[in-house]
């Protein structure tokens, strides 16, 4: 994967402030070839943006 293409992965996942904004990324990271560690970051980051998200919903 490109490093740039990777980092507007990364860039995006932390300037989401929606659920479709974030599940549009979601969808971005299925789709796009990368190494497995590449994907296992960005899910993870994903997963945490996510928790992020439902905690300020939640009013935490």
């Known amino acids: 994967m490109l490093a740039r293409a990777?980092?507007?992965l990364v860039d995006g996942i932390t300037a989401a402030h929606t659920e479709p904004e974030?599940?549009?990324l979601r969808d971005?990271?299925?789709v796009?070839?990368?190494h497995p560690l590449?994907?296992?970051t960005l899910e993870r980051q994903w997963r945490a943006r996510e928790r992020t998200l439902q905690l300020?919903?939640?009013g935490l």
Request: proline share 0%; glycine share 0%.
């Open 28 to 30: 971005r990271i299925a």
């Open 22 to 24: 974030l599940s549009a």
């Open 6 to 8: 990777y980092f507007q």
């Open 38 to 40: 590449e994907r296992r």
């Open 32 to 34: 796009t070839e990368m």
């Open 56 to 58: 300020e919903a939640e």
